[in-house]
DNA sequence: GTGTGCAGTATACTATTGTATAGCACATAT
DNA sequence: ATATGTGCTATACAATAGTATACTGCACAC
């Protein structure tokens, strides 16, 4: 555990992506455990589509996603932050200060969230 | 409850999209959001890239995703169908046999998995 | 008759996700 | 002095996801 900022803790957590005991019958389907294992959950893609439309702070952050919970915006946070798609820095003390934003890393998922849009939209269509 | 096939027992659940009292703070949120719905959790993806493999059996699939389990897998079937990605079709009875197969509207998804497998292809490398 | 495969279900459990609500320490605005 | 905003944490709880294991009824092979 460690304090910085005076309000945010950080527990570690192992970034290693873990090998399931027996093996995928091919190797898409690691890749896509792999992938599955950064952007998990309801928010981590809403997250990083909140930080593209412009958003940097974290009330910011999420009054754009308005059915998430701090709780759940920390958590993710935190976990975007530890595999390299968003960086967080502080700003600016007393008042403290944050600005979260995409890496440069990020980037190489805009593709993929750009198919996830694009269906989601033709399959409201076809509903 | 419906008893089919002397096995198959379906609870019938909405299909249809629940939309959030508040609103998301952009389209791209609620399309993901949908898209989100119909493809979340560890196994519909995997079970996808079985079938188009070619496996069609319950149990060939089962073994095709080492870790997955008959409770999950059967869970995980039953929403694909629903969403129209895959059908299920009893081709013998006694011995009861069933094919798994996807739908012409599953391949719309195509693009969208081999987005899946590359970035998580590229993060290995990364990584 | 024993083991195997088929297509699952049932039960019980743990872990993770998500909800709800409250609070802190500081600062600025009224 | 009170309310509001910032960037979170903490606690408690409910719901969902996922794990583990056993079992069923039928058919076929040995």
Redesign the pocket.
């Given at each position: 555990?460690v304090k910085?900022?005076?309000?945010?803790?950080?527990k570690v957590k192992k970034t290693a992506l873990k090998e399931p005991a027996a093996k995928y019958s091919c190797p898409e389907m690691k890749y896509i455990h792999d992938t599955l294992y950064v952007l998990?959950?309801?928010?981590k893609m809403l997250i990083i589509l909140s930080l593209r439309n412009g958003n940097?702070?974290?009330?910011?952050?999420?009054?754009s996603i308005p059915?998430?919970?701090?709780?759940?915006?920390?958590?993710?946070?935190?976990?975007l932050e530890q595999n390299k798609i968003i960086s967080?820095k502080?700003?600016h003390d007393?008042?403290?200060?944050?600005?979260?934003a995409l890496t440069e890393y990020s980037k190489t998922l805009w593709p993929l969230i750009r198919e996830m849009i694009n269906w989601g939209k033709n399959h409201r269509k076809v509903i």
């Open positions: 555990m910085e900022a005076k309000t945010r803790i950080v998990n959950g309801k928010w940097t702070r974290y009330r910011e952050i999420a009054r059915l998430i919970t701090f709780r759940m915006l920390s958590k993710e946070l935190k976990e967080r502080v700003t007393t008042p403290v200060m944050i600005e979260y």
